[in-house]
């Protein structure tokens, strides 16, 4: 090193830099500056070691403590399940007609089916479990297969008309195209369309090709059968729409929904809440043997007798 | 441009003891304000059963504020939110009136302060007594007083933050959980910082607070006007100084040429840097011929002010308005003889009047004046708004929320289903239960989902969702019509009152 020179002006040492005239000052940055910096780099080196960094062509160096993103979230769910797992195995064990009962356990299921629901019914059935042509409105009360909870959840379980599972519910309306003429056809369908409305099912020609036809599986009051899953004709509720259009459409071809087995991606406690779900949406029949909802109302009064009884 | 710095480590103020009227009123204010800030956690009043014992509660937790006979649910909040515009519009009254008598009389800083100062001022005596010690090398008595007073405002540090948690759960209760420690986490760390920051803020940062921290001083000055009383000196009766003349003429020429003071600088006085006094004074300080005016240069105001300024030098942001300056210097006035006011609450108009022989305005007449009426007026507009709002406050509370997904079930025998999300209130003390019923006239049957009739159980103090079905008849003209009116009554089986929300019935689309 050569022999230090001090800028006259400032005072202070100059590094020997010169540029057009204008000399580099030596103002070494503060010590507490460096040290931070040189911690940084530490902290740096031992985090590029420790935690994936280095991207690679396909995914990134691992880091030696095996940490990622994913681990984390599975580790979080693995804690929510094992939290939950007390709850689960009282629901897979409970008899589902006595989960009214159970008020904790019925929210539990009723909250956990609600997240089963919007993730695998909602594409069919709607987020409102509302349906839409061909697939089941939740919400109302009409059911094909039978509206108890338990009813519920042997369908969710099994599916509709999947060939997946030998337990599925199983019905199938034969397409009439080739069976009848189309005159008929639409004789049929003016018939049916005016069921509702309180004509007879068995009455005129409409009537005569009912019997021969539809009566077999949709009764001869036309007001359906549950074991085979075969709508009432006589109610308000279309699963396929009322129009002449479809109707036809509907007679000539047959319908065929399918809905899949959920045994095989839900376990049986995600399908008991879903059924529990369902089942709360306002629809839910109770369960045979049961008294309806309504007449367990009597005077509202008697109501607040009770352990909580105030005054 | 001013050298000095932006900022000079603090340099200790040591406040003589005084007596006067405005002293007096100043220890009724510090006594009020603590009894109320100790005191009202512990305050009973009796809820009936379920319900918590405490005056004034606020119950984070299950979220109620309860204020003696009011209680407050977190959709009422706009109560708070009115209180706090009241807060908030009464310092811009009362600032607009009377300056920074907030900051001189009930700020929590100066109140604590005052205190702290008492415990100092007991310790290790007044003012000399306290400079001397300060002064001398650290030897076994001075650590002792130190410590003795430092130990007795931890101890009040200690209370203060100890009252603070009170008034956040039941008193009693978490008076014991603290003594036997089993009090929650939070509020061991409440009351530490509470102690921490009162041991700091009112033993040793002082008016430091005040003049670097608090935003209050750079916000009153949009708040005061000429016609403000604030704590003055009546320069045109105590200039020229009569015992300081000589003295004054020497200082003058080391005098920094500040700003005008007066003149409201925008600049921070800085206790211990050489007080700076206005340029008209500077000049004539040297040859001065009027005859002496009534200020004696005692310094007794100087020495009394808690926040170590020198009055006379104009109005300054550091002033708090605590008016010990003027007992000082009305007691001085007496003792030779001169009137007192001196050093009075005036306002800034106030001064060409009295400089010219005119009589001084008497102090109501600043107080009532159009701009403080306006204040007051929409002050008193809110708090009358907030009462007739607690009386109106209905006592059944249900709201309605129409589920529109989907808007309307069909049913099989055609009737038309809407779900409406129903929350109901119960403020009492006691399980109540509710009769839900539609509107007279109304077709449509009213239901709850999963329970039977349509009666509503709300345990004591909570509220209940429930899901509700109203059903209108398939020929019915609700069940026709895209859209009709719905209302929905409840009513309380306990005590008979009815109350109803209006909603909409949706039916088939066509």
Redo the contacts between chains.
């Keep these: 090193m050569s022999k230090r020179r001090i800028d006259p002006v400032t005072g202070t040492e100059t590094t020997g830099h010169q540029w057009d005239g204008i000399e580099e000052l030596n103002n070494p940055l503060p010590r507490w500056w460096l040290w931070t910096f040189y911690a940084t780099c530490v902290f740096a080196l031992i985090y590029v070691i420790l935690y994936p960094a280095i991207p690679l062509v396909r995914d990134a160096t691992g880091g030696a403590l095996g940490w990622s993103t994913r681990g984390d979230v599975a580790a979080e769910i693995a804690e929510v399940d094992a939290s939950q797992a007390d709850m689960r195995e009282s629901l897979v064990s409970i008899d589902l007609a006595a989960l009214d009962e159970n008020e904790a356990l019925l929210s539990f299921a009723t909250n956990a089916g609600g997240a089963v629901f919007r993730t695998n019914c909602s594409q069919c059935h709607g987020s409102g479990a509302a349906g839409a042509i061909g697939y089941p409105n939740l919400l109302d009360d009409e059911w094909l297969w039978g509206g108890t909870i338990e009813d519920i959840a042997y369908t969710v379980r099994h599916g509709i008309r999947n060939e997946n599972d030998p337990d599925a519910r199983w019905s199938q309306m034969p397409g009439f195209a080739e069976i009848l003429e189309k005159e008929e056809i639409a004789t049929l369908v003016v018939h049916v369309q005016s069921l509702p409305e309180g004509q007879d099912p068995l009455a005129g020609a409409g009537g005569q090709l009912f019997d021969e036809n539809c009566s077999s599986c949709h009764g001869m009051d036309a007001g359906g059968d549950r074991s085979l899953g075969a709508p009432n004709l006589t109610d308000a509720i279309w699963l396929y729409g009322n129009s002449t259009e479809r109707l036809t459409q509907l007679i000539e071809r047959g319908p065929f929904g399918v809905m899949p087995p959920w045994s095989e991606r839900l376990s049986e406690a995600e399908v008991r809440a879903v059924a529990a779900y369902v089942h709360g949406l306002g629809g839910g029949e109770a369960q045979v043997g049961e008294p309806a909802d309504d007449t367990a109302a009597g005077n509202p009064n008697d109501l607040m007798l009770g352990d909580e009884t105030p005054e | 441009m001013s050298d000095q710095p932006l900022y000079v480590s603090r340099i200790p103020i040591f406040p003589r003891r005084v007596s006067g009227s405005y002293r007096t009123l100043k220890w009724w204010m510090m006594g009020l304000t603590l009894a109320i800030y100790y005191l009202t956690p512990w305050l009973r009043w009796d809820r009936g059963p379920n319900m918590p014992d405490q005056a004034v509660l606020i119950d984070l937790v299950n979220r109620r504020f309860y204020f003696f006979w009011i209680d407050i649910w977190p959709h009422e909040f706009y109560f708070v939110a009115g209180l706090l515009v009241m807060a908030g519009l009464g310092l811009f009254l009362f600032t607009a009136a009377l300056g920074r008598v907030w900051c001189g009389y009930t700020c929590p800083q100066t109140v604590w302060t005052d205190l702290f100062l008492v415990v100092e001022r007991w310790v290790q005596g007044d003012r000399n007594a306290r400079m001397k010690l300060h002064n001398a090398p650290w030897t076994a008595r001075k650590m002792r007083l130190k410590g003795t007073t430092w130990a007795i405002w931890l101890l009040i540090g200690l209370a203060t933050g100890g009252a603070w948690v009170f008034y956040f759960t039941d008193a009693p209760t978490l008076a014991r959980d603290l003594v036997t420690f089993q009090a929650p986490g939070m509020a061991w760390f409440t009351i530490a910082i509470l102690t921490f920051t009162t041991f700091v803020f009112g033993g040793f940062m002082r008016e430091q607070v005040c003049i670097y921290m608090c935003p209050w001083p750079r916000i009153q000055a949009a708040m005061m006007d000429e016609g403000t009383l604030t704590v003055a000196y009546r320069d045109w009766r105590g200039e020229p100084r009569g015992k300081g003349l000589r003295r004054r003429e020497a200082a003058a020429d080391l005098r920094v040429a500040g700003p005008l003071v007066g003149g409201r600088s925008p600049l921070i006085p800085m206790p211990g840097v050489p007080n700076t006094t206005t340029g008209a004074r500077l000049e004539t300080a040297g040859q001065d011929t009027r005859p002496p005016g009534d200020c004696i240069d005692c310094n007794a105001c100087v020495t009394v002010c808690p926040m170590g300024i020198d009055i006379r030098d104009g109005q300054q942001m550091a002033c708090i308005t605590c008016a010990l300056c003027i007992d000082a210097c009305d007691q001085v006035m007496e003792k030779i003889g001169r009137p007192r006011g001196l050093i009075d609450y005036v306002a800034l108009s106030d001064a060409p009047r009295e400089a010219a022989g005119g009589a001084p305005i008497p102090a109501w007449r600043h107080a009532v004046r159009p701009r403080n009426l306006i204040y007051f007026g929409i002050w008193a507009g809110i708090g009358i708004g907030l009462v007739f709002a607690l009386f109106v406050r209905p006592e059944i509370e249900m709201t309605v929320a129409p589920?529109r997904?989907?808007t309307f079930?069909?049913?099989?025998?055609?009737s038309v289903?809407n779900?409406y999300d129903v929350r109901l209130r119960n403020k009492n003390g006691?399980?109540?239960?509710f009769?839900l019923s539609p509107s007279m006239g109304t077709a449509a049957d009213v239901?709850i989902?999963?329970r039977?009739?349509?009666?509503v159980?709300v345990?004591a103090d909570a509220q209940e969702r429930v899901?509700v079905?109203l059903t209108a008849p398939?020929d019915s003209e609700m069940a026709r019509e895209a859209a009709s009116d719905a209302r929905l009554w409840v009513e309380d089986?306990?005590g008979g009152a009815r109350a109803h929300v209006d909603t909409t019935f949706n039916g088939r689309e066509n």
């Design positions: 589920v997904n989907p079930v069909t049913l099989a025998d055609g289903r779900a006691e399980a109540r239960a009769l239901s989902e999963s039977p009739g349509s009666v159980r345990p899901r079905y398939a089986l306990a």
